[in-house]
């Protein structure tokens, strides 16, 4: 265990998003409680306990884990109720909406759009409540990049942030604004997260890098049309969400190796963690979640 | 006379007034404190805005102009001359408050709790240009008067063509303005330039100005700041008072902090609870870089506790263009159906760069700027009770002490050394 603690990147991600929830809370005044982490928590948890049991797969607390953490860093809600809703929906969707072994949307990113979209507001999102302090950002780019590159899908982070950038600052130029503008855009905090916690999970991307490449660009870009052309809030959680319907013909049209969690832990020699055989009557593998 | 274009301006407030409630209202920092401040009360419903402006000018009104970029034209029927109460009174309404309360006969049984005091329910009802303008790539879309201020809508081209129409039609835009002006045009904004008209105003016998309501249709929701920035001297401070339907109302694109409240501070402030609160508001500015934008006040319009002035009735909401509310014009909303969200922001180009944008939230649990004040017993401990009452004082009001330096920044010394200072001023109040 402790050599798979070595290996998997997801005990990274884990590590790095309960750090940044205990700094949200006790440095920059975040309004969650523990009581509503312990709800998120708990919701996330036995859903995907429940489904692992339902669905006979091996029952995988480390994403479900990084579903909850995410969560509550992003989602807010005065509704407790809401609140274990959003883990409900993160988790169940990862089982419902499946293609070919992955699942069709990140689980933190489609919970939050479903809720904010028939809620009329009870559950939003705080984009400005990182702020924007350089020392914060290159502190969780570091740390976002390290868990990227464990991961191994540093490469649509990459293309989106560049895409990201160039249109951000392309704007700026073509608006004839000062370079402070697109700069203080993109020194924040929810920014990083977006890029190195969510768009780069790699269990919903595409599977080649081209198509991973063209689909970062497409979210980039429909995130920058729904917040600088329609002038709506949390452009990106939405542009993600959309455009994650396209991953299919992505994949189509680019077909690359499927990414499975457990290729780090099978490169180790000595690793000896149990891998579930196929379900009898499946198509498709039982993978953990 | 050139006129001297400005953007979002000044607050005026209330004379004092004390409410009773469960403890005694007896101070609140309204903007006035702060120099170089401005208001605006800002109502938002789907995509409506309507804004509403202040000026606190105080030179020659030959000389003033004000100019907002807005999102579309506006029509006539969009802009309104208020009365300056209106915001007068959602400054005393919102501001935060000191609130004093005096320490029972600790001899005596403890009373069971009691229901707070409900809050009050009933209260008062209280030519050449249009040519030079094609000329220049400028366009009148509208021009018209509102009570004494008279109304250009305009849109451009380019910059340049814009700013020297400005200066031949005799505005002064501060050095610097141009390129800001220029972002605006190629975003498509169109500009809302209003003027005093000199012979309206001698007639109504004024001589102040009222603030302007704007109102207009669009997804944005937004306060432009970058024309007020270019050429002030240092930073600015600006009220927004956000009405809202549904919850409180935050920045998108930069933090939104509560300001710390509910803290016990040591009784001598009382005197001083402008400088107080200055103080600590400073002190918050500073922990932030001056990067944050701070709420105030955060309520249900359908009741206050305690009110620091007179409940607001619909009648003053809808003026300010809240359209939405129901029933009758003298009382205050229904509960649940209106919010008011006050934001303090300090602000200056290098720290706020970029136009403030704003989102409604779900949030809506009370927030407000309270400090309170305990008065001591001065009478004598005749049982236990009484004793321990006597031997947990100084811890309490060394608590205060370190409260308030906490929260200022303040010297412990110095606090310790009014704190003493006030001990043999004060008078027995309950002998």
């Given at each position: ?9 997801r005990?990274?991600q884990i590590t790095v998003l309960g750090s940044l929830l205990i700094y949200g809370v006790l440095?920059l005044d975040f309004e969650v409680t523990w009581s509503y982490v312990s709800i998120i928590l708990t919701s996330v948890l036995g859903t995907q306990w429940l489904c692992s049991w339902m669905?006979?797969?091996?029952f995988e607390w480390r994403s479900a884990m990084i579903s909850g953490l995410s969560l509550c860093l992003l989602c807010r809600t005065q509704s407790w109720q809401l609140a274990a809703l959003a883990g409900v929906l993160a988790i169940a969707t990862k089982f419902v ?8 949307f990140n689980p933190t990113n489609i919970a939050l759009v479903l809720l904010m979209l028939v809620t009329e507001g009870r559950v939003w999102v705080s984009?400005?409540q ?63 997260l977006?890029?190195?916690f969510m ?35 949390n452009?990106?959680l ?51 979640c | ?246 919850g409180r ?9 509560r ?102 939230t779900g949030d809506t649990k ?66």
């Open positions: 265990m402790a050599k798979a603690m070595a290996v998997d990147p005990y990274y440095a669905t006979k797969t091996v909406f499946r293609r070919g072994g992955k699942h069709s984009p400005g990182w702020g924007n302090v350089a020392f914060f950002a290159f502190l969780m780019a570091c740390l976002g990049g390290l868990v990227v590159m464990r991961a191994a899908r540093a490469d649509v982070a990459l293309a989106f942030l560049t895409s990201w950038i160039i249109l951000i600052m392309g704007r700026s130029l073509w608006l004839h604004e000062p370079m402070t503008i697109p700069l203080h855009r993109l020194q924040n905090g929810a920014l990083l977006f890029t190195f768009i780069s999970d790699p269990r919903t991307t595409p599977d080649s890098r081209a198509g991973r490449i063209v689909f970062a660009m497409l979210v980039a870009w429909c995130g920058w049309w729904w917040q600088f052309r329609m002038f709506g809030t452009g990106l939405w542009s993600l969400a959309a455009c994650s319907v396209l991953t299919p013909f992505i994949d189509w049209l680019l077909p690359g190796p499927r990414y499975d969690w457990r290729q780090g832990i099978k490169s180790h020699p000595d690793h000896h963690e149990k891998i579930p055989a196929p379900s009898a009557g499946g198509a498709e593998p039982a993978l953990p | 006379m050139k006129k001297s274009l400005l953007l979002l301006l000044a607050a005026l407030s209330l004379p004092f007034r004390a409410e009773a409630f469960c403890g005694f209202y007896v101070a609140r920092a309204d903007s006035k404190l702060f120099n170089q401040s401005s208001q605006v009360a800002l109502a938002r419903d789907g995509n409506s805005t309507a804004i509403t402006m202040a000026s606190d000018y105080q030179g020659d009104l030959k000389e003033f102009a004000l100019i907002i970029p807005v999102p579309t034209v506006v029509e006539k029927d969009d802009v309104k001359v208020l009365e300056k109460a209106l915001l007068d009174h959602l400054d005393a309404y919102t501001a935060p408050r000191l609130v004093e309360y005096w320490d029972p006969d600790p001899n005596l049984p403890v009373p069971m709790p009691v229901m707070p005091m409900a809050a009050f329910d009933a209260f008062a009802g209280s030519p050449k240009r249009a040519d030079g303008a094609r000329a220049r790539g400028v366009v009148i879309e509208r021009q018209f008067s509102a009570g004494e201020y008279d109304i250009l809508v305009l849109s451009a081209k380019q910059s340049d063509g814009l700013m020297i129409w400005l200066k031949e039609n005799d505005y002064k835009l501060p050095e610097g303005a141009e390129p800001v002006l220029d972002s605006y045009i190629r975003q498509n904004m169109k500009f809302f330039v209003a003027k005093v008209n000199l012979g309206r105003q001698a007639k109504e016998g004024r001589t102040w100005l009222r603030p302007l309501r704007v109102t207009y249709q669009s997804r944005k929701f937004m306060l432009p700041l970058r024309l007020g920035t270019v050429n002030a001297k240092g930073p600015q401070d600006l009220i927004v008072h956000a009405l809202s339907r549904n109302v935050e920045a998108t694109n930069y933090r939104t902090v300001l710390p409240s509910d803290t016990e501070i040591p009784e001598h402030v009382k005197p001083q609870f402008g400088d107080f609160y200055r103080a600590m508001f400073d002190r918050a500015v500073a922990i932030e870089k001056m990067s944050a934008i701070f709420t105030e006040y955060f309520w249900d319009m359908g009741w206050c506790d305690p009110c620091s002035s007179d409940p607001v009735p619909m009648r003053e909401l809808r003026e300010l263009g809240c359209k939405w509310l129901k029933g009758d014009d003298n009382n205050r909303p229904e509960q649940g159906t209106m919010f008011i969200t006050r934001l303090h922001i300090r602000y200056d180009r290098e720290h706020f760069p970029e136009d403030i944008v704003f989102q409604e009370n927030l407000q700027g309270r400090y309170v004040m305990n008065h001591p017993w001065h009478g004598k401990a005749t049982n236990d009770q009484g004793k321990r009452y006597f031997e947990e004082l100084p811890k309490r009001q060394e608590q205060w002490a370190q409260n308030l330096a906490r929260l200022t920044g303040w010297k412990i010394e110095d606090i310790h050394a009014k704190q003493a200072a006030y001990k043999e001023t004060a008078k027995p109040k309950h002998e």
